[in-house]
């Protein structure tokens, strides 16, 4: 992982919950704009499902 990469994630987690989601979805929507064609939509559904999954885990463990 580069390290531009990590400064992301690290400047993500220090997002609040509604600022995660809305940078995951703007980020899933670049992916599939700059995806090319043969990206199946089977992939990037799985791709946004485990995001969101993941979201739902950390929001749970806050609630904890």
Avoid: G, I
């Avoid at 995951?24 to 929507?29: D, F, G, Q, T, Y």
Wanted: glycine share 0%.
């Amino acid at each position: 992982m580069t390290n531009a990469v990590q400064h992301l994630l690290s400047s993500f987690d220090a997002l609040s919950d509604a600022e995660k989601y809305a940078a995951a979805r703007e980020v899933l929507r670049r992916v599939q704009e700059a995806a090319p064609a043969e990206l199946a939509d089977e992939a990037l559904v799985a791709a946004a499902d485990e995001v969101f999954q993941e979201l739902d885990r950390r929001e749970a463990m806050l609630r904890d």
